[in-house]
Nanobody, 125 residues
């Protein structure tokens, strides 16, 4: 599975962006897709994930109430709607996917087999 992420860019604090991640083939029903981010000099950080079958979601505490992950199974695409952006949200955002994850592993970057290229989000104050 190849993942193509898009939608990043510059935005002012308080603004919004929507990231998209398109899978190259129809994902399996068990697939989990999500987003990680990495700022310069920092470790990769879990942002959000969604189960394609059923739509169960999980979020990092730092983005709860501001970010929303959703899926369009007909388009093999996952979205990350980011509202009320803060300068500390500045990072490269990576789309991820895996066919076998249990929910307790969703926030572990090493658990994902498939990674897309990063898309840069820059939030200015």
């Amino acid at each position: 599975v190849q993942l193509q992420a898009s939608g990043g860019g510059p935005v002012q604090a308080g603004g919004s962006l929507r990231l998209s991640c398109a899978a190259s083939e129809r994902p399996s029903r068990r697939m989990v897709m999500g987003w990680f981010r990495q700022a310069p000099g920092k470790e990769r950080e879990f942002v959000a994930a969604i189960a394609l079958n059923g739509g169960t979601t999980d979020y990092a505490d730092s983005v709860k109430g501001r970010f929303t992950i959703s899926r369009d199974t007909a388009r093999n695409t996952v979205y990350l709607q980011m509202d009320s952006l803060k300068p500390e949200d500045t990072a490269a955002y990576y789309c991820v996917a895996d066919n076998t994850l249990i929910r307790s592993s969703w926030s572990n970057p090493a658990a994902y087999d498939y990674w897309g290229q990063g898309t840069q989000v820059t939030v200015s104050s």
